[in-house]
């Protein structure tokens, strides 16, 4: 993903997105972004930073990590992906992190969209806000004890949440998986 133009023949060009035919493959890209962050944020408590909000591509709410956009903000099109990772954690979640480290990064849909996201650890956590996102955004703030996790996802999918397989990938990433299968904890 990327601000350059995309290859291929554009078909459409939303606001956001632009949907591209690439000899015969349809695929979106969005433009003026240069990436995605994903952060992994524990406290000191060994909880898990989450966040929840209503996502209109699949007509729910949906739990995550905190999240967001690289470059998409008027006057800092050239930001670091550390500084949009700092930024969106502040933002979404109201907490800073002395130490944000990349823990992985690679694309996310292959299949249809060109979008990569780049993990990050964010340790040494401290409240310094409310979070909840910029005015555009409805976030809630979940602050999960890692032993509670399995039991809270369950919890929020029988309610008809969606919970975003990237918190089982980041966990893994961050070594908090512990080798154990996340579909059979998520089950349990």
Same mark, same amino acid.
């Given at each position: 993903?990327?601000?350059?133009?995309?290859?291929?023949?554009?078909?459409?060009?939303?606001?956001?997105?632009t949907?591209v035919?690439?000899?015969?493959?349809?695929?979106?890209t969005?433009?003026?972004?240069?990436?995605?962050?994903?952060?992994?944020?524990?406290?000191?408590?060994?909880?898990?930073?989450?966040?929840?909000?209503?996502?209109?591509?699949?007509?729910?709410?949906?739990?995550?990590?905190?999240?967001?956009?690289?470059?998409?903000?008027?006057?800092?099109?050239?930001?670091?992906?550390?500084? &949009?990772?700092?930024?969106?954690?502040? +933002?979404? =979640?109201? %907490?800073? #992190? $002395?130490? @944000?480290?990349?823990? !992985?990064? /690679?694309?996310? &849909?292959?299949?249809?969209?060109?979008? +990569?996201? =780049?993990? %990050?650890? #964010? $340790?040494? @956590?401290?409240?310094? !806000?409310? /979070?909840?996102?910029?005015?555009?955004?409805?976030?809630?703030?979940?602050?999960?004890?890692? #032993?509670?996790?399995?039991?809270?996802?369950?919890?929020?999918?029988?309610?008809?949440?969606?919970?975003?397989?990237?918190?089982?990938?980041?966990?893994?990433?961050?070594?908090?998986?512990?080798?154990?299968?996340?579909?059979?904890?998520?089950?349990?």
């Amino acid at each position: 993903m990327s601000s350059a133009a995309p290859r291929g023949h554009v078909l459409g060009r939303g606001r956001y997105l632009t949907l591209v035919d690439d000899n015969g493959w349809e695929y979106v890209t969005r433009h003026g972004i240069t990436g995605v962050v994903v952060l992994v944020a524990i406290t000191p408590a060994r909880e898990l930073v989450l966040v929840e909000q209503h996502r209109r591509a699949v007509g729910k709410r949906v739990v995550e990590l905190p999240a967001g956009l690289v470059g998409d903000v008027a006057g800092h099109e050239a930001e670091s992906l550390m500084t &949009a990772a700092h930024r969106e954690l502040v +933002e979404e =979640t109201g %907490f800073e #992190a $002395r130490e @944000l480290e990349v823990i !992985g990064a /690679g694309p996310v &849909a292959v299949g249809v969209s060109d979008e +990569e996201v =780049t993990f %990050f650890a #964010a $340790r040494g @956590l401290a409240r310094v !806000g409310p /979070g909840g996102g910029v005015d555009s955004e409805d976030i809630t703030v979940h602050v999960v004890p890692l #032993a509670a996790l399995r039991a809270f996802l369950a919890e929020k999918q029988s309610g008809g949440l969606a919970v975003d397989p990237k918190i089982y990938a980041g966990l893994f990433l961050a070594g908090e998986m512990d080798g154990r299968d996340p579909r059979r904890e998520a089950a349990s």
